[in-house]
């Protein structure tokens, strides 16, 4: 778990990070450091909505290689012949690891480590053993790793990823509204692969639990909550939430899939403020761009009263819809939130976002 429910002092101020708007950086020369991200209140009958992700990246401790080289790859599998892993111990449900690309063409890829077990919201698939790494279905579903370029040689690291468990925790402990029935109590959509699922923390499950909406209310508290995707808060709570993300500041490249129809919730991933130009989404292969949203394609962003603004690319510029239709390029979009993208048409399959680091990490 990487979030702290206090703030901290970090000392020395190393890494120079932009301004943010509305969180707050400090970071040291490992570089690892905190954010300040938060969650709109709602109005005690009503939610309002938060799109959220989890900035930094978690380091974790394990048997076996953090970092290393690839030694063998194929369409879901990462080998190092070195890598002295645990056999699965990084596929136990609870907790599980992404593992990042760090050089070479597919730098920046980062890609969920299948889990061992069908529990509680983790998607079975094939545990890890002393050498191979096999990607979760999540992200197999979006590419074969030998065709976007991860090959023998790259380098990879491994992280700790948390879970709806790990990182949102209990009422008692973080402050989220937990409920009966989901209408009740604060809610979390993530989507994946275009599909949107809703959970939310079940006060009268024995024992209370994150659960899923639905027939069953089925257990879910291993969910993954995966850097580069956002997720939807819902507060129904009158008060705001605020969480302390610990962390490593990202140091390489991002590169994820965006889905070719349909909708993808991407993280903002970086520990800085950007802008909606600078995510570079027009940039995307198929992107449309057209004269209104009714033929282009939307982004969605919410501001820190929960009211949402869409956005769409005119071909030179972003534009937010309403009255006059202003130019929206340095729209701020903050520490700690995510953007909701909408694709026109039916294309099937994905296609790769690539963005560049945007801080200078040498200073």
């Known amino acids: 778990m990487k979030h702290l429910r206090s703030s901290f002092i970090v000392a020395s101020l190393a890494l120079a990070l932009p301004a943010a708007t509305n969180a707050q950086t400090t970071a040291t020369t490992d570089p690892v450091g905190f954010v300040t991200v938060g969650i709109t209140a709602g109005t005690g009958t009503a939610k309002k909505n938060t799109l959220f992700s989890v900035p930094l990246l978690e380091s974790e401790t394990i048997t076996g290689q953090v970092a290393g080289i690839v030694t063998g790859v194929t369409s879901n599998t990462i080998v190092n012949t070195n890598g002295g892993w645990s056999p699965g111990a990084l596929s136990v449900p609870a907790t599980p690891y992404i593992v990042q690309i760090t050089t070479g063409t597919a730098a920046g890829r980062q890609f969920l ?8 919201g983790s998607i079975l698939g094939t545990a890890n053993t002393a050498d191979t790494i096999t990607v979760s279905s999540v992200d197999a579903t979006q590419v074969n790793l030998t065709n976007i370029g991860v090959a023998v040689g790259n380098q990879y690291k491994i992280y700790a990823c948390d879970t709806l468990s790990s990182f949102f925790g209990t009422p008692g402990t973080t402050g989220i509204l937990g409920g009966a029935t ?60 605020s969480f302390v993300v610990t962390g490593q500041v990202p140091t390489v490249e991002r590169e994820m899939s965006i889905k070719n129809s349909g909708g993808t919730i991407m ?17 995307v292969s198929g992107w449309v761009a057209g004269a209104s949203t009714a033929v ?5 962003l919410y501001n820190t009263n929960g009211t949402a603004g869409t956005y769409w690319y005119n071909g ?48």
Do not use: E, M
């Open 113 to 120: 480590i299948s889990s061992s077990a069908n529990t509680a």
């Open 182 to 241: 989901v209408a009740a109590a604060d809610s979390i959509v993530v989507q994946i692969n275009g599909t949107a699922t809703t959970y939310w923390y079940k006060t009268d499950a024995v024992p209370p639990r994150w659960s899923k909406s639905g027939a069953g209310s089925v257990d879910s508290s291993n969910v993954a909550l995966v850097p580069y995707n956002g997720v939807t808060y819902s507060r129904i709570s009158n008060t705001a939430l």
């Open 296 to 300: 282009a394609d939307t982004v969605v």
């Open 267 to 283: 993280s903002q991933f970086w520990p800085t403020a950007t802008t909606l130009s600078n995510l570079n989404l027009q940039s």
């Open 316 to 363: 030179t510029n972003w534009r937010k819809t309403g009255a006059g239709s202003p130019i929206s390029d340095t729209v701020a979009v903050d520490i700690g939130t995510a953007v909701q993208i909408s694709k026109k048409g039916t294309a099937t399959g994905y296609s790769p976002l690539t963005q560049s680091v945007p801080y200078n990490l040498n200073n």
